[in-house]
């Protein structure tokens, strides 16, 4: 593990006492496979304005997972980056409440099933952009079936997400599987490429802004297309959905 603006490095899950210190910047760089990198004791060390980007490694779990769902861990990074990580299922887990988290970027982290557990508390309350790209078995974003016996919330709110990507998700087929309801009061844009399977964006209800920017993005330049906006946000996807089964049918033919 590397950690930058800092001249000591550390092992994973042997993070000593006091080692982060404000404004630090956390790389950690092709580190060999683990459950954990940073254990619960650790964590709640992690001061605000951090940014924390992790790649090439074989870890399963950011943070030490814990049983309990009533004593909500408090970590303080603004910026998670998780590029070409093996053996991770999910990137938020349910017992970290990640307050001032505003960016979170994932890239080709192939077993990834989910992004986010679902928690009986509000994970993300400051999340500004989400950008996931390349994952091969991500089925959803936010996770339908909870931890445990703890109830997930009549409505998940994203108070803050303004900008969503998702890019090259093959297996991908809905934010969300489960029946759970949604509210994005302040998303702006969505970005879409090689989205196959999204047919549409979630299986509850659905509430937004009254527009929503909505483009494909095509090429290695990843251009954008006009605004496909269509009403609101299900339908603008279901409509996406079958133009490109259109599309595909009649380049096939």
Same mark, same amino acid.
Not at 32 to 53: C, G
Not at 143 to 153: I, M, Q, R, W, Y
Not at 201 to 229: A, M, P, Q
């Given at each position: 593990? #590397? ?15 006091? %080692?982060?210190?404000?404004? $630090? ?5 092709? +580190? ?28 399963? #779990?950011?943070?030490?997972? %814990?049983?309990?769902? @009533? ?7 603004? !910026? ?8 991770? !299922? ?9 307050? +001032? ?21 509000? =994970?993300?309350? *400051? ?5 996931? =790209? ?11 079936? #909870? ?19 998702? *890019? ?7 934010? +969300?599987?489960? *029946?759970?309801?949604? *509210? ?8 879409? !490429?090689?989205?196959?399977? $999204? ?10 802004? =009254?527009?929503?920017?909505?483009? +494909? ?7 954008? @297309? ?6 609101? $946000? ?16 009649? %380049?096939? =033919?």
């Amino acid at each position: 593990m #590397n950690i930058k603006n800092d001249r000591e490095s550390i092992r994973p899950n042997q993070v000593p006492p006091n %080692s982060f210190h404000h404004k $630090l910047e956390i790389d950690i760089d092709d +580190c060999e496979s683990m459950d954990f990198v940073f254990p619960i004791s650790a964590a709640k060390e992690l001061r605000q304005h951090q940014f924390l980007e992790i790649r090439s490694c074989g870890i399963k #779990n950011i943070f030490e997972k %814990s049983d309990s769902t @009533s004593d909500m861990t408090h970590v303080y990074l603004e !910026k998670i980056t998780v590029k070409m990580c093996t053996g991770m !299922k999910t990137i938020i887990p349910s017992c970290v409440l990640f307050q +001032c988290l505003d960016e979170l970027i994932v890239f080709s982290c192939h077993t990834l099933v989910n992004i986010i557990r679902p928690s009986t508390t509000t =994970s993300l309350p *400051n999340l500004r952009i989400l950008r996931i =790209s390349e994952c091969d078995e991500l089925e959803e974003i936010y996770g339908s079936s #909870n931890e445990g016996d703890a109830p997930v919330l009549d409505e998940i709110p994203f108070m803050k997400l303004e900008e969503l990507t998702l *890019n090259n998700l093959p297996r991908l087929t809905s934010f +969300c599987q489960g *029946n759970h309801s949604f *509210n994005f009061p302040s998303l702006q844009k969505v970005h879409l !490429k090689a989205c196959f399977r $999204l047919r549409t964006f979630c299986h509850g209800n659905l509430t937004t802004t =009254s527009h929503i920017e909505v483009r +494909c993005l095509y090429g290695w330049s990843n251009d954008k @297309s006009e605004d496909h906006w269509d009403d609101d $946000l299900n339908t603008t996807i279901r409509t996406i959905f079958t133009e490109e089964v259109h599309i595909n049918q009649t %380049s096939g =033919s």
